[in-house]
């Protein structure tokens, strides 16, 4: 195919070339009649391309097939059979990869490490979750992705499991042995769903880990703003081989799909794709260098350490995207909480995943030398201003064994069914209702379904004393949590 092509972007300056008028949604006439004020914020721009698909962009029965190609090339780009523009993000496409490949019944193996939209996938569909150990690392107290043996064992316990679902990158950046994790499934004639939301970029360069299509995966799911160009929400799922059926994948997104997409969303993805397909090697190289180079001078701080080696090997993950600049600043005598608001405050700079002990930097093609020299400046000012800072609450960590605790009854039925709000203090013991997720990364710590035990408890109460967020549970202050009923003892 001619990856010079960019059917919704130039579809779209011909719609401003012809000056269409829709009577139709939106109904803010590109711009014409919005408030001044988002005007003012938002440009004039994000309005005028803001345009309906059909009967506007395309016409009402999309004859000219603008997405249809701009699908076909991104499929053709990376090497997938089919690609699915999504605009309501990866949060969408796993689940409806979840619905495909199930059919809404029975049983999944799902990596414990997953994102609360695959635990929400779960709680929706009414599927019976068979939890695959992450490789706990209980000197880091993080998860790294599930080992080709950890999936084996649990096809042996659970052969009648519809599919296998894992995280890969994590959010850490790292990477699960994908190639035998797929030949272990497909022994067995069982798809593989690789949630690779924060691995859009990796198609286009060979230093990058494997991407989850060339490693043998069947679906596999991205998120193009994360590592990508695209917009907020910006998500492409893809699907290769014979064991799930693409009218199905697609229909089940359709069920869970708004019927507005944004063209704006569209034209990030189509852009994007075209150029990766373009400069994607070289813009990927920079982006390595970069991260290579800023590893090492971070290095260098007192009181900052760049993990890397640590998170590779046998007993942890099996590759690492360096360009996820994992930051331990334990040595500071600071929380990574403190360190994520200090950052902010301070030097107007975000980072994104925090947690008791580290943030981290996510590289992108679009940094340089100059947002580096910003970050590496940030840096500094925070290690000489850590020692004024109070000294962090202890978060009490449990142990990895703590973390998985036992799902006695179907997620949807316990967030379903009746609920008593208690106090967390009485909460220990009792079934879950709700999901309780740390954000970021947002591995739910507690999923409806899952018998609450007083470690996890006082980790989540714990971490909320110093700084971690909560942002599901209907009681984000966590003085109460929402259970399951249960009927009073007899006698
Ligand atoms: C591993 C993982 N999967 C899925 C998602 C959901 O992606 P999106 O934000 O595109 O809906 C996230 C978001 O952070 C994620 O980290």
Same mark, same amino acid.
């Given at each position: 195919?001619?990856?010079?092509?960019?059917?919704?972007?130039?579809?779209?300056?011909?719609?401003?070339? *012809?000056?269409?008028?829709?009577?139709?949604?939106?109904?803010?006439?590109?711009?014409?009649?919005?408030?001044?004020?988002?005007?003012?914020?938002?440009? *004039?721009?994000?309005?005028?391309?803001?345009?309906?698909?059909?009967?506007?962009?395309?016409?009402?029965?999309?004859? =000219?097939?603008?997405?249809?190609?701009?699908?076909?090339?991104?499929?053709?780009?990376?090497?997938?059979?089919?690609?699915?523009?999504?605009?309501?993000?990866?949060?969408?496409?796993?689940?409806?990869?979840?619905?495909?490949?199930?059919?809404?019944? /029975?049983? @999944?193996?799902? /990596?414990?490490?997953?994102?609360?939209?695959?635990?929400?996938?779960?709680? #929706?569909?009414? #599927?019976?979750?068979?939890?695959?150990?992450?490789?706990?690392?209980?000197?880091?107290?993080?998860?790294?992705?599930?080992?080709?043996?950890?999936?084996?064992?649990?096809?042996?316990? +659970?052969?009648?499991?519809?599919?296998?679902? %894992?995280?890969?990158?994590?959010?850490?950046?790292?990477?699960?042995? @994908?190639?035998?994790?797929?030949? @272990?499934?497909?022994?067995?004639? $069982?798809?593989?769903? @690789?949630?690779?939301?924060?691995?859009? +970029?990796?198609?286009? +360069?060979?230093?990058? !880990?494997?991407?989850?299509?060339?490693?043998?995966?069947?679906?596999?799911?991205?998120?193009?703003? $994360?590592?990508?160009?695209?917009?907020?929400?910006?998500?492409?799922?893809?699907?290769?081989?014979?064991?799930?059926?693409?009218?199905?994948?697609?229909?089940?997104?359709?069920?869970?799909?708004?019927?507005?997409?944004?063209? %704006?969303?569209?034209?990030? %993805?189509?852009?994007?794709?075209?150029?990766?397909?373009?400069?994607?090697?070289?813009?990927?190289?920079?982006?390595?260098?970069?991260?290579?180079?800023?590893?090492?001078?971070?290095?260098?701080?007192?009181?900052?350490?760049?993990?890397?080696?640590?998170?590779?090997?046998?007993?942890?993950? +099996?590759?690492?995207?360096?360009?996820?600049?994992?930051?331990?600043?334990?040595? #500071?005598?600071?929380?990574?909480?403190?360190?994520?608001?200090?950052?902010?405050?301070?030097?107007?700079?975000?980072?994104?995943?925090?947690?008791?002990?580290?943030?981290?930097?996510?590289?992108?093609?679009?940094?340089?030398?100059?947002?580096?020299?910003?970050?590496? *400046?940030?840096?500094?000012?925070?290690?000489?201003?850590?020692?004024?800072?109070?000294?962090?609450?202890?978060?009490?960590?449990?142990?990895?064994?703590?973390?998985?605790? $036992?799902?006695?009854?179907?997620?949807?039925?316990?967030?379903?069914?009746?609920v008593e709000v208690? !106090?967390?203090?009485?909460?220990?013991?009792?079934?879950a209702a709700e999901?309780?997720?740390?954000?970021?990364?947002?591995?739910?710590?507690?999923?409806?379904?899952?018998?609450? =035990?007083?470690?996890?408890?006082?980790?989540?109460?714990?971490? $909320?004393?110093?700084?971690?967020?909560?942002?599901?549970p209907a009681?984000?202050?966590?003085?109460?949590i929402r259970v399951?009923?249960?009927? !009073?003892?007899?006698?």
């Open positions: 195919m001619d990856q010079d092509e960019t059917p919704i972007v130039s579809a779209l300056a011909d719609y401003h070339r *012809k000056d269409r008028y829709g009577f139709t949604p939106p109904g803010h006439r590109q711009g014409r009649g919005a408030a001044e004020t988002a005007v003012d914020v938002l440009g *004039k721009d994000t309005y005028r391309s803001d345009v309906l698909a059909s009967a506007g962009l395309d016409d009402r029965s999309s004859s =000219n097939g603008y997405l249809q190609k701009a699908q076909e090339l991104m499929a053709d780009a990376v090497g997938a059979q089919h690609a699915f523009f999504s605009t309501c993000g990866s949060s969408l496409s796993v689940k409806a990869a979840i619905l495909a490949v199930t059919r809404g019944t /029975g049983e @999944i193996l799902v /990596g414990r490490d997953a994102h609360k939209s695959v635990t929400a996938g779960l709680i #929706l569909s009414g #599927l019976q979750p068979r939890w695959i150990s992450p490789s706990w690392d209980d000197e880091l107290h993080l998860a790294h992705p599930p080992s080709p043996e950890a999936v084996e064992s649990m096809w042996q316990r +659970h052969p009648d499991a519809a599919a296998a679902m %894992i995280v890969s990158p994590t959010p850490y950046g790292t990477c699960a042995d @994908i190639q035998t994790i797929a030949e @272990i499934c497909h022994q067995r004639g $069982k798809p593989l769903i @690789i949630d690779e939301a924060w691995g859009a +970029h990796l198609p286009f +360069h060979d230093d990058l !880990p494997t991407w989850a299509m060339d490693a043998g995966a069947d679906i596999c799911v991205v998120s193009v703003h $994360k590592m990508g160009m695209g917009f907020e929400q910006g998500s492409v799922y893809h699907l290769q081989g014979g064991l799930v059926d693409p009218v199905r994948l697609r229909q089940c997104a359709d069920l869970l799909s708004t019927t507005s997409s944004s063209v %704006i969303m569209y034209a990030g %993805i189509d852009a994007w794709r075209h150029q990766m397909a373009q400069h994607g090697r070289r813009l990927l190289d920079d982006a390595l260098n970069l991260a290579t180079d800023l590893r090492s001078r971070i290095d260098t701080l007192s009181g900052i350490h760049v993990l890397e080696d640590e998170l590779i090997g046998a007993e942890a993950s +099996h590759d690492l995207d360096r360009l996820h600049v994992l930051m331990d600043v334990q040595e #500071l005598g600071i929380s990574g909480y403190q360190a994520a608001d200090w950052l902010r405050t301070n030097c107007t700079i975000d980072v994104g995943l925090n947690d008791h002990r580290r943030i981290e930097a996510t590289l992108s093609t679009s940094d340089d030398e100059s947002s580096a020299q910003r970050l590496m *400046k940030s840096l500094q000012a925070l290690c000489s201003a850590a020692k004024d800072l109070p000294r962090p609450s202890e978060v009490r960590l449990p142990r990895s064994s703590d973390l998985e605790m $036992k799902t006695v009854k179907l997620p949807r039925d316990a967030f379903f069914g009746p208690v !106090p967390v203090e009485e909460a220990a013991g009792r079934i999901q309780i997720t740390p954000y970021p990364p947002g591995v739910p710590a507690i999923l409806p379904g899952e018998r609450i =035990n007083a470690a996890v408890l006082e980790y989540l109460v714990s971490g $909320k004393e110093a700084g971690m967020v909560l942002p599901d009681d984000p202050s966590l003085k109460t399951v009923p249960e009927p !009073p003892e007899a006698g």
